[in-house]
């Protein structure tokens, strides 16, 4: 779809009960404003970052793959009501970066988040991904081509209902086209106003200094979390260049069979003896439980790292947010290893 019926489309959309939205989207705000002033848990406890210099966020978000369907483990598939509510809580509490990707459901991650927040309240960054055709390891499902990229960010604008997307993500390199090939393709797409800023995903170190010789990088989003920590020499160059580091499968305690640890060539966290005894008495001192504990870790590792835990459960929602304002103490950090 070209970018001027893209255009016509938001504006038609956007008429048709916009009195109901607009009242929603109020009751929305003015939630958030309320669950601060009551101690509610509330994502701005969490401090902020920012990406670029000028796209800042709650440095807490909300990751959105659980919300589509088939991608929920072994679960029932969330319905359409369940994502929306979840959705809706999360920017009730005060979560204002949500992180998608066309490979989620096939692309209906990206068509439930737009049916529930559409149109999307001030400050809302929606984050998503291109390069993965399915969930597979295997790379025939990886295509980096740029007309690929250039195709799959305009299936994504027209999902989402928007102009611009805040902040489009490289999903996984593709062994089959040169890293610079893919980001150059990101890099023209930048150019003609469709992206905001990249972010690169799933990548070696050496990968994100080939990407950042070819257009502005922002982010890096790698699996990271209190088991895996692979990405460790990665976080501490984003804390060196003013990168935001998104970890996946931040609420992870250990790493699944069958699954490599991180980055290519990088070796899994080898936990110190008393490793989980002491994350635990941690974790009983500041009445935490084992992921609100995981989360407190990782905001207390680095101040460069945005989590985006992901759920389909209010309950769970609520206790992860509820979690972004704790922060070990240095001396609780070195004890815990």
């Known amino acids: 779809m070209s970018s001027v019926s893209r255009r016509s489309l938001l504006k038609t959309g956007g008429a048709v009960g916009c009195s109901l939205v607009a009242a929603r989207i109020a009751t929305t705000l003015g939630a958030t404003d309320a669950a601060a002033a009551q101690g509610t848990p509330n994502a701005a406890a969490a401090g902020t970052i920012t990406f670029g210099g000028d796209l800042k966020v709650n440095r807490i978000g909300f990751g959105a793959m659980r919300i589509a369907p088939g991608e929920t483990e072994g679960r029932p598939d969330p319905t359409v009501e369940e994502a929306t509510r979840t959705l809706r809580r999360a920017v009730e509490l005060g979560v204002n970066f949500i992180d998608a990707a066309d490979v989620y459901g096939k692309g209906e991650c990206e068509v439930r988040i737009q049916k529930a927040l559409y149109p999307y309240p001030k400050g809302v960054v929606i984050a998503t991904k291109g390069g993965w055709l399915k969930p597979s390891m295997d790379p025939s499902a ?31 390199p593709d062994t089959k086209v040169p890293y610079e090939e893919s980001i150059g393709a990101l890099a023209r797409l930048r150019e003609q106003g469709k992206i905001r800023h990249i972010g690169v995903s799933n990548v070696t170190l050496d990968q994100i200094k080939r990407a950042r010789k070819v257009a502005p990088i922002v982010s890096v989003q790698n699996r990271y979390n209190i088991a895996d920590r692979a990405s460790e020499e990665i976080v501490r160059y984003c804390e060196a260049e003013g990168l935001v580091f998104i970890p996946w499968a931040p609420l992870q305690q250990e790493i699944p069979d069958g699954q490599p640890p991180g980055p290519a060539n990088n070796p899994a966290f080898d936990p110190p003896a008393g490793f989980q005894e002491r994350l635990a008495q941690a974790e009983k001192q500041h009445g935490l439980n084992k992921y609100q504990g995981g989360l407190a870790w990782l905001m207390s590792h680095s101040k460069q790292i945005l989590p985006i835990p992901g759920t389909t459960s209010i309950a769970h929602l609520e206790e992860n947010i509820a979690a972004a304002a704790v922060r070990y103490s240095p001396q609780e950090m070195k004890v815990i290893g």
């Open 142 to 172: 990886w295509d980096g081509s740029p007309m690929h990229l250039r195709d799959a960010c305009e299936a994504s604008l027209y999902r989402l209902r928007l102009d611009r997307i805040d902040l489009y993500q490289f999903h996984i």
